[in-house]
């Protein structure tokens, strides 16, 4: 029904930024929500930050506040993750995700994009 894609991910020094980007498609798709986790080697996955699809609110995880942005384009459907002031702990696969508002959880994920941050 609801296919994610996300690219963006690679290789930077501490400090440094990346834009990662979530393309979202599928027959009569619809969203409530949709966000960005992320799962270090070893570790459960996290939740990073999400965005109402509609209103345009936003959340963030207190490791990532101030350092991340969070946004979306309405008409191309697409989901954006600014990530600055990197550091080696940011290090993880990215995944975004989509609750299209038909049950109380996150109902779609895309494959995931690794993000490493050197030292």
């Known amino acids: 029904q609801v296919q994610l894609v996300e690219s963006g991910g690679g290789v930077v020094q501490a400090g440094g930024s990346l834009r990662l980007s979530c393309a979202a498609s599928?027959?009569?798709?619809?969203?409530?929500?949709m966000g960005w986790f992320r799962q270090a080697l070893g570790k459960e996955r996290e939740f990073a930050s999400s965005?109402?699809?509609?209103?345009?609110?936003?959340n963030y995880a207190d490791s990532v506040t101030g350092r991340f942005t969070i946004s979306r384009d309405y008409v191309k459907n697409e989901l954006y993750l600014q990530m600055n002031s990197l550091k080696p702990e940011d290090t993880a696969v990215y995944y975004c995700?989509?609750?299209?508002?038909?049950?109380?959880?996150?109902?779609?994920w895309g494959q995931g994009t690794q993000v490493t941050v050197s030292s």
């Open positions: 995700a989509i609750d299209t508002g038909a049950t109380t959880r996150w109902d779609y």
């Open positions: 599928g027959r009569s798709f619809s969203a409530f929500a």
């Open positions: 965005i109402r699809w509609n209103s345009g609110r936003t």
